[in-house]
């Protein structure tokens, strides 16, 4: 199970604040990895501490499940666009498998 509470997420708080500056300056950023690694948690622990951040700025963080049939058709059609918005997309192993990244 994800863990959002940043007493609970351990052992990778400086990786957490390294991503967080850099979706803040909106830079991409991949994680990638096997199962079970954390690769969720830390997409929702950035999510977290972005909306934390967002009262400093005008920044709107959107978790994406692209495992979701549903949600990977709303990326597609562009329905994220506002600039202000970070997409953190999980589980696009369909986007590279379909040749659909650079439509992203």
């Not at 959002?4 to 991409?28: H, V």
């Amino acid at each position: 199970m994800p863990s959002f509470d940043p007493a609970e997420f351990t052992g990778r708080r400086r990786l957490a604040q390294n991503l967080l500056g850099r979706c803040l300056r909106r830079q991409s950023i991949l994680l990638y990895g096997g199962p079970k690694l954390g690769k969720t948690s830390m997409l929702l622990h950035l999510k977290g501490l972005i909306e934390q951040d967002c009262k400093a700025s005008s920044a709107t963080p959107w978790y994406l499940d692209l495992s979701e049939g549903a949600t990977h058709e709303q990326l597609l059609l562009r329905r994220w666009t506002n600039p202000a918005s970070i997409l953190l997309l999980d589980n696009c192993d369909s986007l590279i498998k379909d040749d659909l990244i650079d439509k992203v």
